[in-house]
């Protein structure tokens, strides 16, 4: 169990360093499950451990974000009666955008990791 999480939190180490790039929730999810190895089920299952372990730290930072943007006039303002839905939704799309793009990177670094010979070793790179 241990190294489970060892390696979901070497995948969100991965994605929040990369969160300036767009799609780095699915490199992280790669990262996580090539240094794990076993099947597609467990590939799926770090990613998707990486993404909520890196969707805590991004949150932080969103939150803030989201709700200035709106106080400058973008997306809804906070006072407005349908802020309440804007944010469910917000949220709802940055959930499917960090946790479900880092399972799908889960599932491509299983695939990476069976069907060539790369070295995706994250202790390389950290």
């Not at 372990?53 to 974000?65: D, R, S, T």
């Not at 793009?101 to 790179?125: E, I, Y």
């Amino acid at each position: 169990m241990r190294e489970v999480l060892s390696d979901a939190g070497v995948g969100a180490l991965v994605t929040i360093a990369l969160s300036f790039v767009p799609f780095s929730s699915v490199v992280g999810g790669a990262v996580a499950a090539t240094t794990h190895g076993g099947g597609y089920r467990t590939g799926a299952w770090l990613g998707t451990l990486a993404g909520v372990a890196a969707m805590v730290p991004l949150l932080a930072l969103f939150v803030p974000a989201l709700y200035i943007a709106g106080l400058l006039g973008f997306g809804i303002p906070p006072g407005a009666p349908g802020y309440g839905l804007f944010l469910a939704l917000v949220f709802v799309f940055f959930l499917a955008y960090t946790v479900g793009l880092s399972a799908l990177g889960g599932l491509g670094g299983v695939w990476v990791r069976a069907h060539t010979d790369w070295n995706m070793d994250a202790s390389r790179w950290l």
